[in-house]
């Protein structure tokens, strides 16, 4: 019995990694190949798919659009969230715990209900396929979720902190950039990452809200594949570098991940 | 620096922290807050800090009217129970932030930020982040950046209540020494009467939000004005009970009594409090003035060589059991009843009032 205790993780790894080793897989093979018949590995081992992707313009510019929205949208997310955190989390006023709750029910709709209404205001204000017209709709779920992150994080900072630092001569801006931020370095991080993530997956809003300029890479992908039949092999190697940017962030923050799915309160 | 408060008074919401206070504080000189947990201390050091806005009153530092001026502008340092340091700098950027920010030279800083950590033996460890230090050596960090910043004033909320036995007595024993060499007003928070004791100068007793009496420590200690003074500079608490005078004799209870003697001789008959601390209740028939009661033992603690029972009255009924603390080890058993013997003659006496009857 006791032999057999690496049995039920190993069985529970191959489940979870098979479906990237697939894509990983299929990403090497040529189209035909992969219609033609079932095989472990790539017996026609081709890097055509990437090189494909990285050097034609409507591939690499799908991600560039994405990485460029997806940034814009973190930064804007976290900034905005931090002053509105540190007011939930040190100060009590007016509806104070009703806002907190409201702005987490704003996760709860499904993002497809502001579709329409994003499309037909940002279209009237000429926001229209541009990134930051994707970056401020993000923003709808990813600043309630980084105040509830951020609010997590500085509530596990004493408030005598704050009260040190000013008798000590700090100004508040001088406080919070110096001392504060720097001691919920890890909730900024988490709360980036969050955003990073949830604007990175969206997709919904991200094709609706561009044509071509902004166009996100998995726009890219789905168009790509309706126009020039099934592209497979192409469509698979453009999977696996998706996965990538996602990969290198959580990377920095793979130790308080968990806090961060807490919302930073442990 | 001295400091005044003038009619300030704290409200939160519907609940008062600090009811109508005037305290004055003189300069140069050390003085103690003493007060249950829940008195207000901290409520009351914060206000003097600038951190929280009176709700009534004002505040005045060195004659300057300060009431609304932030803690930035008011040259004061505090030292809170909890160790509170920048997590992120080491201990000298720790000890050298109030100077930076006061716009000092580079060499000015260093001079001090070490002639500091080598007062409070923290040249060792410098380099290190707090989060690295002992308790002790983390509050050793808070308290030289308040001493480094040679502020006026220095409020000290408790600042030994989280370190063990040992650290607290060694840093109380170095704690006046320090700021007296610099002029600097200290107030020292502490719900401990033995600390207020120890450390000596002015005493402020807080209770319940109200500063029960101010005067030298010592003074308060022996001639409490109140029974609140009195209840707040007893640990363990006063033992109380009613009493009545009558002619030359004080009854407590059906055959107990004794000769009034001392202030109580002059006052009129009547129903009054008589206070006795713990250390004048005794299991052994030793004082002089020694006056037997029974009592049924509740609770008993032995700390060394010291006896503490708590025990009931059997003649009479008083607010709390009453505590008898003696020196020597005492073999007493929960349940059983036995004599105790009050130091009646340096009992206290209130009247309906709460006033102590001073001669």
């Known amino acids: 019995m006791k032999r057999l205790t690496w049995l039920v993780p190993t069985i529970y790894i191959i489940f979870l990694m098979l479906p990237i080793y697939w894509l990983v897989n299929m990403s090497f093979k040529t189209t035909n190949e992969i219609l033609g018949g079932f095989s472990p590995y790539p017996v026609e081992f081709t890097t055509e798919n990437y090189v494909t992707i990285l050097t034609d313009p409507t591939w690499y510019w799908g991600y560039i659009n994405s990485l460029m929205y997806v940034s814009i949208n973190t930064v804007l997310s976290v900034a905005v969230a931090l002053p509105a955190a540190y007011a939930f989390s040190r100060y009590r006023f007016l509806g104070d715990k009703h806002l907190f709750f409201w702005l987490l029910t704003n996760r709860m709709a499904p993002p497809a209900v502001f579709a329409l209404p994003f499309f037909q205001l940002y279209s009237a204000v000429h926001l229209f396929d541009t990134h930051l017209a994707v970056a401020l709709a993000h923003c709808l779920f990813n600043i309630p979720l980084a105040v509830w992150i951020l609010e997590g994080f500085m509530s596990g900072v004493p408030k005598e902190l704050d009260e040190t630092a000013y008798v000590d001569g700090y100004s508040f801006p001088a406080f919070f950039t110096r001392i504060f931020i720097p001691n919920i370095g890890a909730g900024v991080g988490v709360a980036a990452f969050f955003c990073f993530m949830f604007s990175w997956v969206e997709l919904l809003l991200a094709k609706t809200l561009t044509a071509v300029e902004a166009k996100p890479i998995a726009a890219t992908m789905t168009r790509t594949a309706s126009t020039s039949g099934y592209e497979l092999g192409l469509l698979a190697a453009a999977g696996c570098l998706t996965i990538i940017p996602g990969a290198i962030v959580i990377y920095f923050v793979r130790n308080y991940i968990a806090k961060g799915f807490a919302l930073g309160r442990v | ?359």
Request: charged share 20%; proline share 6%; net charge neutral.
């Open chain 2, 1 to 359: 620096m001295s400091i005044d408060l003038k009619g300030v008074v704290k409200r939160v919401g519907a609940e008062t922290h600090i009811y109508e206070t005037d305290l004055t504080f003189s300069p140069g000189g050390f003085n103690v807050l003493l007060g249950a947990t829940g008195a207000g201390k901290t409520t009351l050091i914060k206000l003097m800090a600038g951190l929280e806005n009176p709700t009534e009153g004002s505040v005045f530092l060195n004659g300057r009217h300060v009431t609304r001026v932030s803690p930035q502008k008011r040259n004061v340092s505090l030292v809170h129970q909890f160790f509170v340091n920048y997590p992120h700098f080491s201990v000298y950027d720790n000890i050298a932030s109030p100077l930076r920010l006061a716009g000092i030279t580079r060499a000015e800083i260093d001079r001090r930020v070490r002639e500091t950590a080598e007062l409070m033996r923290l040249t060792p460890m410098l380099k290190r982040r707090p989060g690295e230090l002992s308790g002790g050596q983390q509050q050793r960090t808070a308290l030289a950046r308040a001493i480094v910043k040679d502020s006026d004033l220095v409020l000290l909320d408790e600042p030994l209540a989280n370190l063990d036995y040992k650290l607290r007595e060694e840093l109380r024993n170095e704690l006046p020494r320090l700021f007296a060499d610099r002029g600097a007003t200290v107030i020292y928070a502490t719900s401990e009467p033995h600390e207020a004791l120890l450390l000596g100068g002015t005493t402020a007793a807080m209770r319940d939000g109200r500063i029960a009496q101010l005067g030298p420590t010592a003074e308060i200690y022996r001639g409490p004005n109140t029974l609140d003074t009195a209840q707040v500079f007893s640990d363990p608490p006063m033992n109380t009970a009613r009493v009545e005078k009558r002619g030359k004799e004080v009854h407590l209870a059906p055959g107990v009594s004794w000769p009034a003697a001392g202030p109580i001789a002059a006052a009129s008959d009547g129903v009054y409090t008589f206070g006795v601390r713990p250390n004048l209740v005794s299991p052994q028939e030793e004082a002089a003035a020694g006056v037997k009661i029974e009592g049924e033992v509740l609770i008993t603690e032995l700390s060394g060589s010291e006896s503490v029972a708590h025990f009931a009255l059997t003649a009479t009924e008083t607010p709390d059991p009453w505590v008898s603390q003696s020196h020597g080890v005492h073999p007493y058993e929960i349940g059983e009843r036995r004599p105790f013997f009050i130091n009646v003659s340096r009992g206290l006496y209130f009247d309906a009032a709460g006033a102590r009857i001073a001669g």
